[in-house]
DNA sequence: CTGTTAGCGCGTTCAT
DNA sequence: ATGAACGCGCTAACAG
C-alpha cells in the first residue's frame, strides 16, 4: 500500500465523531506544530510572541480543553489526589477535606473523594481502585487499614497522608490527634468538675468508640465508679442522642452525673430529652460533646466540648503533601495537631 | 546497535524507576501477551481457565493495578464522572452527593468533586479543569451558568446533569425542583394557617433568596402585608439564625406572625432566640424552615419545613446518566421531583 | 482462544 | 525558538 510515498505516512483514521480537539489540531491551525502547542501551555516563555498569540487564538476559536489523560500517561503525573473518607456527610471529614482540597487546588491538583463507610474491606477494593488512577499522592483517613491495603500502598510508591488519627508509626504521613487522649482528658475534667457519677453515648465511628473506652476506662480508675455506657452502631443524629438520654435515665437510672458524648449532636440530642423530662443542665446532668460544631456554643446551653482544628488537619496534610512533592528529604512523618476543651455551659 | 537482529526489535529502556507493574509485565510472567492479561481483567471468559489461572497468579505476585489512565486514553471511556457543588460542607449537597457516587459506583464509575462556593467565575474554571479529565459525564448543581461554561459543556459532548434546580430546557439532563414553588407553597401554608404577619431569614444560597422572594411576594400578594427580610451573605448557621431572629424582633418589632426560614438551620436558631426572649412557639411567633434535615423533628419544639428529597436527587441523577450510558434514545430531560411540606409543631 | 498491529494525545528527549 | 521521533500502558480491530 501507499506504493508511491517516498516516506512512511502516518494513516489519519477519519475521524468522524470528534473525540475533542487535539494540541494537533490546534497547531496545524496557527500554523505550529503540536509540541509548540504543548510548550505555550506548558511554559509560555519558551514560545515567541507571535506563535504565541496565534496559538492563543487558535484555542480560542477551537475551544480546545488539554486532554489531561494524556498529559498523565505521557509525564506519569496526574495532578490528581485521590482521598478516602468514612463519610462525607459527617461534617468533621466534610470540614478536613474541604480545607484540604482548597489548598491543593490552588496547587493544582484536584480530589477524587469516596466513601468507605467504617468498612475495611470497602476500603481496600476502594485504595485499589483509586490506585488504578495513578494518583500523585492519597489520602486515608485512620490509621488501621487491611494488611492488603497496606501493602498496595507500600508497593505503589506514592505518597500516602493518613488523617483523624495519630501514630508514631504511620505508612508515610499522618496527621492527627490521639483520641484515646481526649478520653482520658475528658474524665479528668469531669474529675475535676467534682462529678461522681458519669455515663457515655457513642455512635458511628470507631474511633469514638475508642475516645469513649478511654473515658470510662480513666474515669472509673480516678473515682472507682463505673460507667454507664449507651452506643449506636449508625452515624451519630439529635434522635440518637435523644434516645441515648432516655435509656440513661429510664434503664440505668441516671438522673445525676456527666454524659460523655461522642459528638456535639448526640450531646445536643442528650441535653434537648433531660430538659424536656425536667433536669437541669449542668445542674442535674452535665453534658460534654466532641468536634465543637459550628451550633455547639449557640443552643441553649451553650455545648462544653472537645474541639479539634478540622481545617488545621486539612491544611496541614496538603502542605505536608506540597512540600513532599517539592522533594523535601526531610519529610514530617508525624503531627500531632491535639484537641482542646472548649468550656461552656453544659458542664 | 543490534547488528545481528533479523526483525526489528523494539527497543525496551532500562527500567530503573519502577513505575509500576504493567500488563506486559503480568504476560512474561504469566507465559502470554499483554494482550490476553488485557482481557483477563475485562472479560474473563474470552480466555482459557488455564491461562486465567496463570494470569491471576501473575498478577497476585506482582502485586499488578492496572493503570486507569492508559485504559482511559485508549478507549476514550474514563470511567469517571466529575460533580460541582457549591460547598460540600452543606449537609444539603452532601447527602445529594452521595446518594449520587454510590449508585455510580456500584456501576464502576468514580465521583471527582469539586466545590465553587457559589461563584459563577470559579464554576467556570473548574468545569475547563474538570473538562479536561475527561469524564464519562459532569454534573453540576444549579441551571444558572456562565454562557462561556455552557459552551464548553456543550462542545464536550458529554452529558451534563444539572440537579437541585428545575428548568424546562435544561443543557442536557435536569434533575430538581421549583424553588418558587417551595416560596409560594409556604406563603398559602402561613395564610391558611392565618398567619397576617411574615418575616424571612435567608442566608448563603442564592436558591435560598429565590425561595425566600417568592415567599415574601406571594405573601404579600395574599394579604397586603409587606414582609421584612433578613438576609445574610454567608452560609447559614445556628447563630445567624439566632441573629436573624434578634433583628426581626429588635429591629422590625416582629413579635407576632412566622418566620420563613431559608434552612433548619437557621430556623433551629431563629427558635432557639425566640424561645430564649420568652416567646411561644408557635404560639407567638411560627418558624418555617426547609430541608427537613436530620435534627428538624427531634429539637424542641419540632420544626415544621419543606422538605425535598436528597436522596432522590442523586439516585435519579444516576440512574438517568446510567440509562443514557446504555443508549437510551428517550433522554429523560427534565425531572421535578417536588417537595413537601412536612407539619410540626413550630408552625 | 490467542497474538499482532495500530493508535489514544500528550510530554520528553534530541536535533536544528 | 521550533520540530521530529518516540513511548507512556492500554484498548480495539483484525488475523490466525
Known amino acids: 500500500m501507499d506504493g508511491g510515498d517516498t516516506k512512511p505516512t502516518k494513516r489519519k483514521p477519519a475521524r468522524s465523531a470528534s473525540r475533542g480537539v487535539t494540541m494537533e489540531a490546534v497547531g496545524r491551525m496557527a500554523g505550529v506544530s503540536q509540541v509548540t502547542v504543548s510548550r505555550a501551555l506548558s511554559d509560555p516563555s519558551k514560545v515567541s510572541a507571535a506563535t504565541l498569540r496565534k496559538i492563543n487564538e487558535a484555542i480560542a476559536a477551537t475551544g480546545f480543553v488539554p486532554n489531561a489523560i494524556a498529559g498523565a500517561l505521557a509525564s506519569s503525573r496526574s495532578k490528581l489526589i485521590t482521598a478516602l473518607v468514612p463519610s462525607i456527610t459527617n461534617i468533621v471529614y466534610a470540614a478536613m477535606i474541604r480545607a484540604f482540597s482548597q489548598r491543593m487546588r490552588e496547587a493544582g491538583y484536584q480530589i477524587l473523594l469516596s466513601e468507605t463507610g467504617f468498612d475495611p474491606a470497602e476500603e481496600e477494593r476502594t485504595i485499589a481502585t483509586h490506585l488504578?488512577?495513578?494518583?500523585?499522592?492519597?489520602?486515608?483517613?485512620?490509621?488501621?487499614?487491611?494488611?492488603?491495603?497496606?501493602?498496595?500502598?507500600?508497593?505503589?510508591?506514592?505518597?500516602?497522608?493518613?488523617?483523624?488519627?495519630?501514630?508514631?508509626s504511620p505508612i508515610d504521613i499522618c496527621i492527627g490527634f490521639r483520641h484515646v487522649e481526649t478520653g482520658r482528658a475528658a474524665a479528668e475534667f469531669a474529675v475535676e468538675r467534682g462529678d461522681t457519677a458519669a455515663a457515655t453515648i457513642s455512635a458511628g465511628d470507631e474511633r469514638?468508640?475508642?475516645?469513649?473506652?478511654?473515658?470510662?476506662?480513666?474515669?472509673?480508675?480516678?473515682?472507682?465508679?463505673?460507667?454507664?455506657?449507651?452506643?449506636?452502631?449508625?452515624?451519630?443524629?439529635?434522635?440518637r442522642g435523644r434516645k441515648g438520654m432516655a435509656r440513661l435515665i429510664d434503664d440505668h437510672g441516671f438522673t445525676s452525673g456527666i454524659?460523655?458524648?461522642?459528638?456535639?449532636v448526640l450531646a445536643h440530642g442528650a441535653i434537648i430529652e433531660a430538659t424536656k423530662r425536667g433536669f437541669a443542665i449542668p445542674g442535674d446532668i452535665a453534658v460534654i460533646g466532641f468536634g465543637d460544631q459550628e451550633f455547639a456554643g449557640d443552643v441553649e446551653p451553650p455545648i462544653t466540648t472537645i474541639k479539634v482544628d478540622l481545617e488545621a488537619f486539612g491544611r496541614t496534610a496538603a502542605d505536608a503533601l506540597l512540600r513532599r512533592f517539592e522533594g523535601s528529604s526531610t519529610p514530617d512523618t508525624a503531627i500531632d495537631l491535639g484537641f482542646e476543651i472548649i468550656r461552656r455551659q453544659s458542664a
Not at 468508640?209 to 452515624?235: C, N, Q, W, Y
Not at 454524659?259 to 456535639?264: E, G, I, L, P
Request: overall charge negative; some cysteine; glycine content about 4%.
Open 259 to 264: 454524659v460523655f458524648c461522642s459528638s456535639d
Open 132 to 168: 488504578s488512577r495513578r494518583p500523585d499522592a492519597i489520602l486515608l483517613t485512620g490509621i488501621h487499614h487491611s494488611p492488603q491495603a497496606r501493602r498496595m500502598l507500600l508497593a505503589s510508591g506514592i505518597p500516602v497522608v493518613e488523617v483523624w488519627d495519630f501514630t508514631d
Open 208 to 239: 469514638a468508640r475508642r475516645r469513649k473506652a478511654a473515658f470510662s476506662e480513666h474515669f472509673t480508675r480516678l473515682t472507682g465508679t463505673p460507667v454507664a455506657e449507651i452506643d449506636f452502631d449508625e452515624m451519630a443524629t439529635v434522635a
